[in-house]
């Protein structure tokens, strides 16, 4: 499992993205997810969150804020 910590992408496996928000898993990044770079590392949010959360999202606020 890769670390988002380390400036890589929040992964379960190799092929899989994590959302960061819900922990919801895709085998490939579907085109509906959202990618928010936060504190130099990549984070990745599901459609659902993304949608919930889309002021704060094109606001730039940090997801920990939301």
């Known amino acids: 499992m890769r670390n988002s910590d380390s400036g ?5 496996s ?3 993205f994590v959302c960061a928000r819900c922990g919801a898993v895709a085998d490939s990044l579907p085109v509906t997810w959202t990618c928010s770079v936060e504190n130099g590392s990549r ?9 919930e959360n889309i002021r704060s999202i094109e606001g730039r ?3 920990s804020w939301w």
């Open 61 to 63: 606020l940090d997801s």
């Open 14 to 16: 190799e092929e899989s």
């Open 8 to 12: 890589r992408e929040p992964r379960t």
């Open 43 to 51: 984070r990745y949010f599901c459609e659902s969150c993304a949608r």
